[in-house]
Structures are given as structure tokens and as C-alpha cells.
Antibody
């Protein structure tokens, strides 16, 4: 049973960096068969995939075009976790952020979600 | 790039059968497989159907999926009040190398 536990601040000021962490239990961030995703949800944009990381002999990263210039996803094998950094945030980045595992072609495990509000 | 179109809302009475459609705009860049997710209020989406028709263990057989060409459907039979939720179709887009979500359908049980 895979469990993803998210943490991070719920309020970020405009132009600053949004940072969230997702701790994995029941699987490994360096698994050769899983990928680790960040997804957000807002009333205006619906569910939006932001990016992912996965390990296949080396680390791979993929990002959505909409945030590619502002996003960094990192993995930390020592803590079995992965993280999201989204730079230069604006109020349009206000959303519920989810981490999720993709395995066998499915987003089969999700974190609990973190509401992040961008406001001064 | 795939765009997935769902009706914004659907409704039914207890015991009825309801279907929710998902139309993919660009089959060339889309996956052969559609997934469906159920999102209950205040919770994360939950995988309901994968590979068009398959149910994960624990999902009741009242839920079923189908796909023909660029259209997929989720059917819920024997509708219950606890089925009231948002439902999303999702595909992997090879061109984007990313997940694409439908806009979601809010199901109301009258």
C-alpha cells in the first residue's frame, strides 16, 4: 500500500517560490517502474499536470509547457521523497496541489492535497 | 495535444444508470487508454477505471468503462447517493509527455 504525505506552506507571497514536499511510504522514489508527479487543481484551470520525475538507470524529469520556465522537481533518495518548486508565483497559481504516483500507466496513488494561496 | 471534453454535469435518481462521456480531440497524440477518476468532495481523485475498461480491486462492478475510437464513456448502474462526486477522464499524451485531464463532470444524485 503506497502512501504519499505532502507538506509545505499554505500561503505564498506573489513573486516568491512555492515549495512542497511529498514523502513516499510503501514504494521507492528510485523505483524503476514508477514515476512521481505533481498535479494542481483550481476552479479556473481544473486538474493540471505540472511535471514528473522518475528513475530509469538515471533521473529523468518532465514538465508541462505552461510552467516549464518556473518549475523544478527534485528527488531525495535519502528521505524517499520528491519536491516541487514553482518560482515567481502569481495569484493564478493559487490551487490545491497534489503529488501522485504513476504506475503501470495509471495515477494510482495520490497525496492528500495542499491548498496553496498566493497572496500578499 | 489531446483535449478531453466532458459534459459539465450529469444527474440521476437512485437505482438509475448514468453514463458520462469523454471525447478526445486528437487521437494521434493521445493514448489508446483512458482512465476515469472519482473525486468526492474535499478529497483527492481516486482511480476508478484504467485501460478503458478495467476496475482496480475494491471498485464495485456498478462502475464500468468503454471506449470506441476517440470517445470513452463511464457508466454507473444502480446509482447511489454516495456516487455523488466529480468524475474525470484522463489520458497520457505522448506528444506532451504528460497527463491530460478532462474538465470533469459533476454527478448529482437527485
Amino acid at each position: 500500500q503506497v502512501h504519499l504525505q505532502q507538506s509545505g506552506p499554505g500561503l505564498v507571497k506573489p513573486s516568491q517560490t512555492l515549495s512542497l514536499t511529498c514523502v513516499i511510504s510503501g514504494d521507492s522514489v528510485s523505483s524503476n517502474s514508477a514515476a512521481w508527479n505533481w498535479i494542481r487543481q483550481s476552479p479556473s484551470r481544473g486538474l493540471e499536470w505540472l511535471g514528473r520525475t522518475y528513475y530509469r538507470s538515471k533521473w529523468h524529469y518532465g514538465y508541462a509547457v505552461s510552467v516549464r520556465s518556473r518549475i523544478i522537481i527534485k528527488s531525495d533518495t535519502s528521505k524517499n521523497q520528491f519536491s516541487l518548486q514553482l518560482n515567481s508565483v502569481t495569484p493564478e497559481d493559487t490551487a490545491i496541489y497534489y503529488c501522485a504516483r504513476s504506475f503501470n500507466g495509471n495515477l494510482d496513488s495520490w497525496g492528500q492535497g495542499t491548498l496553496v494561496t498566493v497572496s500578499s | 495535444q489531446s483535449v478531453l471534453t466532458q459534459p459539465p454535469s450529469a444527474s440521476g435518481t437512485p437505482g438509475q444508470r448514468v453514463t458520462i462521456s469523454c471525447s478526445e480531440s486528437n487521437s494521434n497524440s493521445g493514448s489508446d487508454y483512458v482512465q476515469w477518476y472519482q473525486q468526492l468532495p474535499g478529497t483527492a481523485p481516486k482511480l476508478l477505471i484504467y485501460r478503458n475498461t478495467q476496475r482496480p480491486s475494491g471498485v464495485p462492478d456498478r462502475f464500468s468503462g468503454s471506449k470506441s475510437g476517440t470517445s470513452a464513456s463511464l457508466a454507473i448502474s444502480g446509482l447511489r447517493s454516495e456516487d455523488e462526486a466529480d468524475y474525470y477522464c484522463v489520458v497520457w499524451d505522448d506528444t506532451l509527455s504528460g497527463w491530460v485531464f478532462g474538465g470533469g463532470t459533476k454527478l448529482t444524485v437527485l
